[in-house]
């Protein structure tokens, strides 16, 4: 019987593969590795990887501890390397407009009720759930990939990250 | 419950296999091939690849945009009501006028295709599995099963896991880990609650969660950001159909690899080949087909944006067919 090997890959570990051209513009594919983005991102900031219209994947590295941050709306983080603590909050007083679009940061801790805590490693999901606070911490450099709809600090570098011939 | 009385089928043939009729297209299978005819013209298929492909089309409610079963005959959703063709997508069939599409209301083609699934596929096959897990669809009729030709694609309501939304998976509800991910670990997130808070702190093992799954190409919601889905799945072998997009559709893969054929939507002349790794990126532009190889059962997060508006923004030219320039 086969004894299969499942492959993931990480920050230490990735291997690209690429757009082979036929009769087509390789950038109409924009392709990139997250953990290509990630190797060469600072600590948490917000890379878009994928973008539809307003929506978008990000790459985060985490590294150290995160501002705490609050979503207007649902966030869903993946943990695609390492592992990251993440603690929620209950804000004592509205503290983004549910209507407005991408997480933002907060200045210090907000006032609030703790929620509970999530310890994520490689493969775990969770949910950043609306109108509430999160603040992210990794000890040793980590990946996280972000669903949520482009913000203020969404960061779109995609001639520096993505196959270009 | 679906509707079957406005399905057309007729006694079986002496295979044991109904014809079925849809407007002006007749379908009929035999030990080995389905044979299509429309008005202007015929086709025949392999029964395995095409049951495959009718499976996902029925599964998926026709999915965005265009099913393409093969070169000549497949669906295009337009959300409501579907049209059925043959040669449509084929700049040779067109160019002879040897192409032909008719328009369905969504109930009655969908109707007619679940008909045709429960009749044509035996009793050994399952059309969702990987090669090497399910028996032959060729032969003479041998029974039914109804339990693989009827799974409905799982959509979260917000995020899979959570109270009232899509349960997790496990050997007791069923799932147990797949052959070719006995290796991922399978351990879950160390979770926190607070009282008052379990319907939002929430979180799960996204990677063992697909490593259970029993299906292969079968996209399912597991989290839920306004139109923003994430759809992850489990790719081995070949994608069942050629995809057509109507809008951008992103590709993340996990695990593995997987390589795309891109053909042009409209011409299926080749555009391109995408060999996807773990931890790489892609985006289809709304302008072509797509078809996948996965020579190891891997991990693809498919990501889509439902908006109802897009299909017709991108058609009119108000929205463009790539994501991004740069």
Redesign the interface.
């Known amino acids: 019987?086969t004894k299969?090997?499942?492959?993931?890959?990480s920050l230490d570990h990735?291997?690209?593969?690429?757009?082979?051209?036929?009769?087509?513009d390789?950038?109409?594919?924009?392709?990139?590795?997250?953990?290509?983005v990630a190797s060469r991102s600072k600590p948490w900031e917000k890379v878009a990887?994928?973008?539809?219209?307003e929506?978008v994947?990000e790459a985060i590295r985490a590294e150290g501890t995160s501002s705490w941050r609050v979503t207007p709306?649902?966030?869903?983080a993946?943990v695609?390397d390492g592992e990251v603590v993440?603690d929620?909050l209950?804000p004592d007083k509205t503290l983004v407009d549910p209507s407005s679009s991408g997480s933002i940061s907060l200045a210090g801790e907000p006032a609030g009720?703790?929620?509970?805590?999530?310890?994520?490693?490689?493969?775990?999901?969770?949910?950043l759930?609306a109108g509430?606070c999160y603040r992210m911490s990794a000890q040793r450099p980590s990946v996280v990939?972000l669903?949520?709809?482009m913000g203020p600090e969404t960061i779109?570098r995609?001639?520096t990250i993505?196959q270009k011939f | 419950m679906t509707d079957t009385s406005t399905v057309k089928s007729e006694s079986p043939n002496e295979h044991g296999y109904k014809p079925f009729t849809l407007g002006g297209f007749r379908f009929e299978r035999d030990e080995h091939f389905v044979h299509v005819q429309w008005p202007t013209g015929r086709h025949v298929a392999a029964a395995e690849p095409f049951l495959k492909a009718l499976m996902r089309d029925v599964a998926w409610n026709f999915f965005y945009g265009t099913v393409n079963f093969d070169s000549v005959i497949g669906t295009l959703n337009h959300y409501g009501d579907v049209d059925l063709f043959a040669g449509r997508f084929n700049e040779e069939y067109r160019k002879a006028e040897l192409d032909h599409s008719e328009n369905f209301p969504h109930d009655e083609i969908k109707a007619t295709f679940q008909a045709m699934l429960d009749d044509w596929v035996n009793e050994d096959f399952d059309p969702f599995a990987a090669p090497m897990e399910t028996g032959s669809a060729y032969g003479e009729k041998t029974g039914s099963n109804a339990p693989a030709v009827t799974r409905t694609r799982i959509a979260a309501k917000r995020m899979v896991g959570l109270p009232n939304d899509e349960p997790l998976r496990s050997d007791e509800s069923g799932y147990p880990v797949n052959r070719a991910f006995v290796d991922v670990d399978q351990s879950e997130p160390k979770v926190k609650v607070n009282k008052g808070y379990e319907n939002e702190v929430s979180a799960f093992n996204f990677f063992a969660y697909l490593s259970r799954s029993d299906v292969t190409w079968n996209p399912s919601v597991v989290s839920v950001c306004r139109d923003s889905l994430l759809c992850p799945t489990t790719k081995e072998f070949i994608l069942p159909i050629i995809h057509g997009n109507d809008r951008v559709e992103w590709f993340v893969q996990l695990s593995d690899e997987i390589i795309w054929e891109v053909e042009d939507r409209e011409t299926g002349k080749p555009r391109a080949k995408v060999v996807m790794k773990a931890g790489d990126c892609a985006a289809m532009p709304a302008d072509i087909r797509h078809q996948g190889y996965s020579p190891k059962r891997s991990m693809l997060l498919v990501w889509e944006n439902n908006s109802a508006d897009l299909p017709g923004l991108i058609a009119r030219g108000e929205a463009p067919t790539v994501p991004v320039t740069f």
């Open positions: 019987m299969y090997k499942t492959v993931f890959a990735f291997e690209k593969g690429g757009v082979e051209v036929i009769n087509d390789p950038k109409n594919y924009v392709f990139s590795n997250m953990f290509d990887i994928a973008r539809n219209q929506y994947l709306h649902d966030e869903f993946l695609v993440i929620l209950d009720k703790p929620m509970g805590t999530i310890t994520a490693g490689r493969g775990h999901l969770a949910l759930p509430k990939v669903q949520t709809i779109e995609w001639s993505c």
